[in-house]
């Protein structure tokens, strides 16, 4: 089923969503997203993903800032044109360059177009394997932004999945765990909780920083690191984060397989349930 969308404030059908063949956004990717899930109409920390779009278009020196009030007010618009307001949906906000292909500086006018597409909200555990393609470092391509550029991820995953797993681990030039293709991680071994830290490469994600102070408003610490990979497959549990799936337990890592009844991932599970229910907005 096709759903609506809106290219720069106008709602139009899909088919008729047309960006020139010979922009910067087309031909370079130069661009940047979000992924948003929205709860009905309420969302989960808006202003911070918005944040991160701006950072990205502060980047890419676009001239232009997406205002969060407005934003809000097109999804929820969008929603309403779906005929399906009362579902979860995820919402992608994509972010470009109009600016001529080929023409150095010329950067012009941006796009930004924001679809929506209903959502299970079930999740199923996940198996991962290790992904051959390592992380693009930080000092080669800034690591706090969803850039366009999403393409050795996509190869990765492409890859997992089509030798049967649901998603891959992507380690670092040097060798150290940063995330999977789609989501942050976390594991847990005896009483403790680990996720990589910024210095691996990996995207700060907005439920990731949400898992952590959720945890410390219940005075469990989480400890940020660089580790290797051995240390994530002796873990008892693993779970992954995102801002569409929330958290997703991992059942193996190339076989090696995984406490899903871990008390300490229930306890994770409930404290960012507590935190939810409360700043939805």
Known sequence: MSYPVDLNGTIMPEKDAVLPANSRAVAYGEGCFETIRSYKGKFLRLQAHID?????????????????????????????ET???????????????????????????????????????????????????????????ESSVKWSQYVSNMMALRKAKT?????????TQDGFVSETTIANIFWIKG?????PSQSCDM?????????LDALKAVSISVTETKAELRELSGADSVFLTNSVREIQ??????????????????VVKQAFGKLKEKELC
């Open 83 to 141: 005929g399906e307001p009362n579902h979860d949906f995820r919402i992608r906000i994509q972010a470009g360059l109009l600016g001529k292909a080929g023409v150095f500086g010329d950067f012009g006018e941006i796009f930004t177009l924001i679809t929506a597409t209903p959502i299970d909200v079930t999740t199923k555990p996940v198996s991962l394997t290790v992904s051959e393609t390592r992380k693009i470092p930080t000092n080669s391509l």
């Open 52 to 80: 991160r779009l701006n950072l990205g278009l502060q980047k890419l020196n676009a001239g232009h800032e997406a205002h969060p009030q407005k934003i809000k007010e097109r999804i929820l618009r969008l929603l309403d």
């Open 249 to 266: 337990a991992v059942s193996a890592l190339d076989g090696n397989e995984f406490d899903l009844n871990n008390p300490i991932l229930e």
């Open 203 to 211: 995207l700060p994600g907005i439920t990731r920083q949400i898992i």
């Open 191 to 195: 009483d403790k909780i680990f996720t």
């Open 163 to 171: 030798a049967g797993f649901d998603d891959a681990i992507m380690l």
